[in-house]
């Protein structure tokens, strides 16, 4: 199933105008620098077709899309020297999705760059029951 671009998406008109600063065009998925990298070599990648988040994207474009993220990471690692990765991706209004278009932050790291992508907080919210019980039966 491939899903028409929305014209109104930033990452649909990039890819249909071919105005980004291209990592890799895949016919699925594509890898271009975002406009306020986090670090030297930070690429977003993203499935070429629109889809909004993990929710509603098919399996098998979301498997082509990470296949691309570990191409792009390996990379990282062989030409930039980074000593590892950060992969970052937000789905849904409760996230904090700044593009309503599924896409995957890359971000190249090294022993002591002074940035931080991890949480520093916890969620406020209280489920009145056990989640990972619900969860688990939820994939059984």
Known sequence: ??????????????????????????????????LDPLAPGHTLVVPTSHYAGVFDTPPD????????????????????????????SASGPGSEQSVPHLHFHVVPRWADDG??????????????ADPLTHLADALR
């Open 1 to 34: 199933m491939t899903v028409l671009p929305a014209m109104d998406c930033v990452f649909c008109r990039l890819i249909g105008e071919g105005t980004a600063h291209w990592v890799a065009r895949e016919a699925e998925a594509c890898a271009f620098a975002p």
């Open 61 to 88: 474009v979301l498997a082509r899309s990470m296949t691309l993220v570990q191409r792009v990471a390996t990379a990282m690692r062989t030409t930039l020297g980074a000593t590892g990765v950060n992969i970052l």
């Open 115 to 128: 940035i931080s992508t991890w949480p520093t907080g916890v969620s406020s919210h209280r489920p009145t």
